[in-house]
């Protein structure tokens, strides 16, 4: 009989079989298949009841497959049974619920935390900012729409978006313009992309904002001491830039077969300058010499100094223009881009 009930049962089962199913539901989940993960992280958890993995996978899945009510089962159930990090479920709680807009539950969350002296030294200005930021929002034009969906008020509301410091509160800000119709907020968007002051970032987002509105009156963007005017409804995608592409492209040629891990660590250095310039790309920089100094940079991330000399021949470009390549990108990988 035992035999029998083997020979039906549709797993076969070996050592490690719950991290191999996480590792396949995560992967699902990469690739949105929410329902596959699902079906694969609550098999892992079933083999493994206490094992945190198994468990932040499924939090996880729940979220983002919309299972809102499951997922908040879930929390509740790892902290009242001591699965995984308690700081580390409710820092991914509370995330998700600033993602869903649910800022009383988010500051109800982060009082109850700080109220219990729970959050360690090194996180408490993390979850003192997500605190801020909440109640911010709480009393910001947009939440108030949200609740209270009155076109008429919608239209009197005033934002200022200089006050949004934090790039996850600027994320989270555009979104939020991009799910309203943005044109009384129109005022606002303009003045913050044509300020010197502001940050570069964000303004990118803001673009994409009135992009994806299709917003079809030129507005005038400053950046790194340069303006231009666009429109944006006519803007490329950050992605279609042909000088992206072609900076890519020279770096693949070099490291994607012989080094992929580098290779993919470069292609998102230059995805994020790119996006952190835009819409103003790398103007008439040699395509070679950008490649060659993200290439340089790049090796320096991973503790290789030095190979600047054996780059520039690699890649058949001129001293001079390294040099001024080179200095371009350090100058704005040092503008402070946001820790994501």
Not at 312 to 334: C, G, K, P, S
């Amino acid at each position: 009989m035992d035999n029998e009930k083997r020979k039906n049962n549709k797993i076969v089962y070996f050592p490690d079989l719950e991290q191999r199913l996480v590792e396949k539901g995560l992967e699902s989940l990469r690739q949105k298949n929410y329902y596959e993960a699902i079906e694969l992280l609550e098999h892992a958890v079933q083999l493994d009841s206490k094992n945190s993995d198994c468990h932040i996978g499924l939090l996880l899945a729940y979220f983002d497959g919309g299972l809102i009510d499951k997922a908040i089962h879930l929390v509740d159930q790892m902290l009242n049974e001591g699965i995984g990090n308690d700081i580390e479920i409710m820092n991914i709680y509370i995330m998700y619920l600033v993602q869903l807009h649910k800022y009383e539950e988010v500051v109800a969350a982060i009082e109850g935390l700080l109220a219990e002296d729970k959050i360690p030294a090194d996180k408490r200005d993390h979850f003192h900012r997500l605190l801020d930021f909440s109640l911010r929002m709480l009393d910001s034009p947009i939440h108030m729409i949200q609740e209270e969906p009155v076109e008429d008020k919608w239209e009197q509301q005033k934002i200022d978006l200089f006050q949004y410091q934090n790039p996850e509160e600027q994320m989270v800000l555009a979104g939020q313009l991009n799910n309203k119709n943005i044109r009384p907020f129109v005022k606002e968007i303009t003045n913050y992309l044509q300020s010197k002051e502001g940050s570069a970032f964000f303004k990118t987002l803001l673009l994409n904002v009135l992009k994806e509105q299709e917003y079809d009156k030129q507005v005038e963007v400053q950046k790194f001491d340069e303006k231009v005017m666009v429109i944006p409804e006519q803007l490329p995608y950050i992605t279609e830039s042909s000088q992206l592409q072609e900076i890519i492209e020279i770096i693949g040629e070099k490291l994607e077969n012989e080094d992929p891990v580098l290779y993919s660590h470069i292609k998102a250095l230059v995805e994020r300058q790119f996006f952190m310039l835009y819409p103003f790309g790398m103007g008439s920089f040699n395509s070679a010499a950008l490649a060659a100094a993200y290439h340089v940079l790049g090796n320096e991330y991973f503790g290789n100094y030095n190979t600047e000399g054996k780059l520039r021949e690699e890649y058949h470009v001129l001293q001079a223009d390294l040099n001024v390549a080179e200095t371009f990108i350090r100058m704005i990988d040092e503008i402070s881009y946001p820790n994501l």
